[in-house]
């Protein structure tokens, strides 16, 4: 992906090399792969879209994601947002590194981004699982980091109980056509919240999303 250090969102190394080496045009439409490196969202299916590369570098940067982290992404979409965090966490594939768990409502996309997953070597890093995702993941276990690619009216508390503590959430909230992307760290005591932007995502679905 030529850079240009993405309007200067892009600050770790760890986030400019998945940048570079995660090939967005295997993860978009083949009618879309002209515009793979264009910097805004496209469509894929089922009416979702991928988000524009400078989203996910924002996020990716927000959530302080490193070498090793366990991160659990909410919403896989077409898989890429998921590979340039198996990137960060994982570059070697060693299983000793980090392991991103992603999860999907929808199942025919479960199975697109397997496929993107399985063509560009991130299958093995990358786990994903179709349930709601907005009661967190249907695995016993807490995350470093944890990044929701959905809009949410509110945090879902089930997200907040799946960090570890000093882990990271981020996450787009509020109304349906406007969101600020907000940046959660759990504490000893509490939650530290931070805004990073505005944004707008696709609707989060299911126990904690805008319809029930
Ligand atoms: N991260 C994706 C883009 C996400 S688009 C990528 O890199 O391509 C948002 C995705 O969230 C859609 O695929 C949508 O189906 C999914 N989604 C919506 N509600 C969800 C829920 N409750 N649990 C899991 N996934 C959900």
């Known amino acids: 992906m030529e850079l240009l250090k993405l309007q200067g969102v892009i600050v770790s190394e760890d986030v400019e090399r998945a940048m570079l080496r995660v090939p967005r045009e295997e993860f978009v439409l083949p009618e ?3 515009e793979a490196y264009e ?7 089922e009416g979702q879209t991928i988000s524009a590369p400078h989203m996910c570098a924002i ?4 959530a302080e994601i490193r070498r090793g ?3 659990l992404e909410i919403g896989t979409g077409s898989g890429y947002h998921a590979a340039l965090c198996a990137e960060i966490v994982s570059p070697t594939g060693e299983p000793v590194e980090g392991l991103v768990v992603t ?5 025919r996309l ?6 993107n997953l399985k ?7 990358v786990h994903v699982i179709v349930a709601d995702g907005s009661t967190g993941a249907p695995v016993r276990s807490a995350f470093d980091r944890i990044l929701v690619t959905a809009a949410a009216p509110k945090v879902p508390p089930p997200l907040l109980e799946q960090l570890k503590e000093g882990g990271i959430l981020v996450i787009p909230v509020g109304p349906r056509w406007q969101q600020l992307l907000v940046k959660l760290k759990r504490e000893k005591e509490g939650v530290a919240r931070e805004p ?3 944004c707008v995502f696709v609707a989060l679905r299911g126990r904690y999303g805008y319809e029930r």
């Open 32 to 34: 879309y792969r002209d």
């Open 39 to 45: 910097d805004h969202p496209l469509p894929i299916l």
């Open 59 to 62: 996020m990716c940067e927000a």
């Open 69 to 71: 982290d366990s991160v």
């Open 103 to 107: 999860v999907e409502v929808v199942k």
């Open 110 to 115: 479960a199975f697109f981004a397997r496929e």
């Open 119 to 125: 063509r560009t070597g991130y299958y093995d890093r």
């Open 196 to 198: 990073i932007t505005y």
